[in-house]
């Protein structure tokens, strides 16, 4: 079984940087495609970014320039690099196993974007 433990959340100014990291336990991590969800309140969970094992990405057109994933197999680590922040990406961010059909969620990380 998979385990998910997500990091690196907090209150950002506007304009500001924040990287999230999701550490990933057992030896399946190399053969997953991962991804970053969040959900804002009031809010409909939605997917954010995705990488595969190749590490080809994939984004929501309302992050497209500004956020980053990446993945350090070695570490078992992904990671989501977030740039230009808007209070609109203000969310609980949720690291998943995948991104059709998640079936192992970490336990979620706030990120507050705010003046």
């Known amino acids: 079984q998979v385990r998910l433990v997500e990091s690196g959340g907090g209150l950002v100014q506007p304009g500001g940087s924040l990287r999230l990291s999701c550490l990933a336990s057992g030896n399946i991590f190399n053969f997953m495609t991962m991804a970053w969800f969040r959900q804002a309140p009031g809010k409909e969970r939605e997917l954010v970014a995705s990488?595969?094992?190749?590490?080809?990405?994939n984004y929501a057109d309302s992050v497209k320039g500004r956020f980053t994933m990446s993945r350090d197999n070695s570490k078992n680590t992904v990671y989501l690099q977030m740039d230009s922040l808007k209070p609109e990406d203000t969310a609980i961010y949720y690291c998943?196993?995948?991104?059709?059909?998640?079936?192992?969620w970490g336990q979620g990380t706030q990120v507050t974007v705010s003046s």
């Open positions: 998943a196993n995948d991104p059709t059909n998640p079936g192992v």
């Open positions: 990488i595969t094992r190749a590490r080809s990405t």
